[in-house]
């Protein structure tokens, strides 16, 4: 079975600053998805950045890129420029490319916005 | 488009009572998923439905039941609710094939609290 790890559970950045939130999964695949999703208060959960496992290049959604290491399977967030509006609960995500195409979460890291 | 309309938005059950969460979607996915999201454990699939009279069990299947009768609707019944039930729940819904677009699109949530 697919494992996402997010091993940080909470994280705060200075707005207009950077920060980078860490992803890992285990998978035998050579083919899948990978996805950041947000959770604001709102409870709603937002797409941030998509990233396929075929493509080389990082994807990147104007503040919001990703540092894919497929070797590693490692799948970094990187928000630049942090906003107010960028508080909210972070989730990595992987969806398998075999059998029912199921999404799994990771734990989840809490991001917090300092003015 | 609605998306995914999710009902209720919150929810007091007494222990040992029964109820069904709704769950619709307007974008004619196949897939079809239900998520409980607990603190500290992100979100865990609960059932999936990869179309219409198909369903099968997820991570934490145990005391949920599910049916898809049409390709538009994905109901989830608690049959006889327990504490540990207690948890906001998800219900989300996607095209199968990547091919035809990887997005997972999420209702509101239900916040279910059993007492």
């Not at chain 1, 079975?1 to 994280?11: D, I, N, W």
């Not at chain 1, 959960?45 to 959604?61: F, G, H």
């Not at chain 2, 007494?14 to 992100?42: I, V």
């Not at chain 2, 069990?57 to 207690?86: C, H, I, K, M, W």
């Amino acid at each position: 079975a697919q494992t996402v790890t997010q091993s940080q559970p909470e994280m705060s950045v200075q707005e207009a600053e950077t920060v980078t939130l860490s992803c890992t999964y285990d998978t035998s695949e050579s083919d899948y998805y990978l996805f950041w999703y947000k959770q604001p208060p709102s409870r709603q959960m937002i797409l941030v950045i998509r990233q396929e496992a075929y493509k080389q290049q990082n994807a990147t959604e104007n503040r919001f890129s990703v540092n894919f290491q497929k070797a590693a399977k490692s799948f970094s967030l990187k928000i630049s420029d942090s906003q107010l509006g960028d508080a909210a609960m972070y989730f990595c995500a992987y969806r398998t490319q075999t059998g029912a195409n199921n999404l799994f979460f990771g734990t989840g890291t809490r991001l917090t916005v300092i003015p | 488009n609605a998306g995914v309309t999710q009902t209720p938005k919150f929810q007091v059950l007494k222990t040992g009572q029964s109820m069904t969460l709704q769950c619709a979607q307007d974008m004619n996915h196949e897939y079809m998923s239900w998520y409980r999201q607990d603190p500290g454990m992100g979100l865990r699939l609960i059932h999936y439905s990869v179309g219409a009279g198909i369903t099968d069990q997820g991570e934490v299947p145990n005391g949920y039941n599910v049916s898809r009768s049409t390709t538009e609707d994905f109901p989830l019944r608690l049959l006889s609710a327990a504490p540990s039930q207690t948890s906001v729940y998800f219900c989300a819904s996607s095209y199968r094939r990547p091919i035809r677009g990887t997005e997972a699109f999420f209702g509101q949530g239900t916040r279910l609290t059993v007492v």
